[in-house]
């Protein structure tokens, strides 16, 4: 018989390292996870939608409302986050003003506070390449039963308890760090469980791989175009060049680097001061799941997991993966 670790039990396991809890981050954990699986099945029938009715809201064949992908994906995560009791404000990138779970009653006494981006990369649902969700989770600090501020709202990613992706590939996979170490999940589509395959993830001190859209490479900083000359040269030493790889969904690529060594970038461009990803559901929780993994992540001047939050959707610029390829390019912004 093959000995195998479900998502469910592995959390239930790891509660024990955390010895006041009570189970409410497992629980919220587990929520995750399922709304992930159901968001699965809805992405990988993407393609029939051109048989079955289109997308938008529109009605199918069958009379059923279509709605689009990441559309569902967001009601999906914010339904198991409601259901579940254990989270009392959900930010998401669907929307944008936060959603206060508390008016519901459900989540009166909810310790935990969710940022979220449902669907990430879905400029690449239509064409089959995978996309992710991206989730982080803050304890609150306001007591319980006390309005939530902006305090509770806008912390520093170093106070994330939890974070995590799914990535809707070739395979679906849960990745998450509750800040001791990172562990992936693969979701076995005929037990219907995310199982245990890749304990205890590092990623390579170096590798091979830059994952930029250099077709902005015009508007980016000096320090980044000369980085990307240096991955360009060859050099034995050093394994240069290096390989281009972008995919255009964050968490793909990221899961790609952590798995193979390398760095990923979404720097700032002339037009785009800030870069393109949101801090608090997009960097956060990426940055943590990388540093637990024994990577970097800054924005070229600042530890992303340092920055105060100001807004919500806030955007900041990424240099995330391999700790040496990081420190390389902060070499180069540095001098430039
Ligand atoms: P989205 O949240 O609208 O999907 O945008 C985020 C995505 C990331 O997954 C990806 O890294 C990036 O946008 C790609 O952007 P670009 O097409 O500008 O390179
Ligand atoms: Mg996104």
Redesign the pocket.
């Known amino acids: 018989m093959i000995s195998i670790k479900t998502l469910g039990q592995f959390i239930i396991e790891k509660q024990a390292d955390f010895p006041y809890a009570k189970g409410e981050l497992s629980r919220l954990l587990r929520d995750i996870g399922i709304a992930a699986k159901i968001v699965n099945r809805e992405v990988n029938k993407a393609g029939l939608v051109d048989i079955l009715g289109s997308i938008g809201d529109s009605t199918n064949v069958f009379g059923e409302n279509q709605k689009k992908l990441d559309v569902f994906a967001d009601e999906q995560f914010i339904a198991a986050l409601k259901d579940g009791g254990e989270c009392c404000f959900v930010a998401s990138?669907e929307q944008e003003e936060g959603i206060l779970l508390t008016d519901t009653g459900v989540s009166k006494d909810a310790k935990y506070i969710v940022c979220i981006?449902p669907l990430?990369?879905?400029?690449n649902i239509d064409v089959n390449v995978s996309v992710g969700t991206i989730f982080s989770i803050y304890r609150r600090i306001s007591p319980l039963g006390e309005s939530l501020t902006e305090q509770d709202l806008l912390q520093n990613g170093l106070k994330q308890v939890a974070a995590g992706y799914i990535i809707y590939g070739s395979s679906t996979m849960l990745v998450y760090t509750t800040g001791k170490g990172v562990n992936g999940f693969t979701l076995d589509p005929s037990i219907g469980e995310f199982c245990l395959s890749n304990p205890n993830m590092k990623i390579p001190s170096s590798g091979k791989i830059y994952s930029i859209?250099e077709g902005n490479y015009s508007k980016f900083p000096n320090g980044i175009k000369q980085y990307i000359k240096y991955c360009q040269e060859e050099d034995v030493a050093s394994n240069r060049p290096y390989t281009s790889r972008y995919i255009?969904?964050?968490v793909a690529?990221i899961h790609r680097n952590l798995l193979m060594g390398g760095i990923f970038i979404?720097p700032q461009t002339a037009g785009q001061p800030y870069g393109?990803?949101r801090l608090m559901y997009e960097c956060n929780p990426i940055a943590f799941i990388i540093e637990q993994a024994g990577g970097k992540a800054s924005t070229g001047t600042e530890r992303i997991l340092e920055i105060e939050p100001q807004e919500l959707h806030q955007r900041v610029p990424a240099i995330v993966g391999s700790s040496e390829m990081v420190d390389k390019v902060l070499e180069f912004i540095a001098q430039s």
């Open positions: 990138e981006d990430d990369g879905s400029s859209n255009g969904s964050m690529d979404y393109k990803l």
